[in-house]
């Protein structure tokens, strides 16, 4: 037998062996890439209830919707439109003679306004004031504060409200609870008309919110404590009818008149 012949064997058994540590290396990594297939994930973080409220709130994306705010000086009701800039509200003030239904439409820079005087004196007509609507002059207001024109998508400030608020839980159906510290955001007294006294020892005020099936906030609601000669009572912000509520649009000159100087007295008092 040659000495080659001999050798051969050994020459093709280390050869396979690589062939074989080789298949080994490859099978290893494979089996080590299934098992890192298999390995559970890490499980993303629970939502958080209160950032889950402040993407309910109404934004500029939003379609037409309806509003309604409750506290103790009564209700105020309207339409917010984001994407022509306009807003209705409709006021209702009673006093012991007399009811006063004021309207407000706002289309960008532009404000028009409606009074109804209801009661035993036709204070309607002592004041020379049309029922039509009217279109203000915002030069003739001596405070700018007193003509409404649009600000938002918010009108109940139900963001700032949330962005206070702590402990907040999410319940059933689109439920939440939670508190909110005015402590910590004392501007959001002057935003809530004085509804809240902020002095030492103001507690946190609860409340409860819903969010609707279309995923925009339905409702918020605080309960805020009796404070002084205050009595207990609710701030409520209610949001409704997304997308099927008709736009804002601007009146024609035939629709409104220009406003005589009798309605610039009226907010000039």
């Known amino acids: 037998m040659r000495e080659d012949d001999m ?16 298949v080994v290396a490859l ?24 950032q889950e409220l402040l993407a309910a709130v109404p934004t500029e994306e939003d379609p ?27 006021t209702v003030t009673k006093d012991k003679d007399f009811t006063l239904e004021m309207s407000f439409r706002m289309v960008d820079s532009r404000t028009w306004m409606k009074v109804n005087f209801k009661g035993s004196k036709d204070i309607q007509k002592l004041m020379k004031l ?15 504060d007193t003509l409404p024109t649009y600000q938002g998508t918010d009108p109940g400030n139900a963001e700032a409200i949330i962005r206070a608020a702590s402990e907040v839980q999410a319940g059933e159906g ?12 004392p501007d959001l007294v002057e ?19 819903v969010v609707g099936p279309d995923g925009n906030l339905a409702s918020l609601t605080l309960e805020i404590p009796p404070a002084g000669k205050k009595k ?11 997308g ?15 406003a005589p100087t009798s309605a610039y007295d009226l907010l000039n008092g």
């Open 244 to 258: 099927s509520t008709p736009q804002i649009v601007a009146f024609t000159p035939d629709e409104a008149e220009p």
């Open 174 to 185: 689109g439920t939440y609870t939670g508190v909110i510290d005015l402590a910590t955001q």
């Open 64 to 90: 037409a919707f309806r509003f309604v705010t409750r506290d103790t000086s009564g209700d105020v009701s309207g339409v917010v439109d984001p994407a022509n800039r306009g807003m209705d509200i409709d």
């Open 130 to 144: 049309p029922t039509t609507w009217m279109e203000m002059d915002p030069a003739k207001i001596e405070t700018p």
């Open 7 to 22: 050798t051969q064997p050994t020459g093709t058994t280390v050869t396979s062996r690589r062939i074989a540590v080789a």
């Open 27 to 50: 099978l290893t990594a494979a089996m080590v890439t299934a098992c890192d297939d298999d390995t559970p994930q890490a499980a993303p973080p629970p939502p958080d209830p209160k």
């Open 232 to 242: 207990a009572s609710e701030y409520v912000v209610e949001y409704s009818d997304f």
């Open 191 to 209: 935003a809530m008309e004085g509804l809240v006294t902020l002095g030492e020892g103001t507690e946190p005020i609860p409340f409860a919110a």
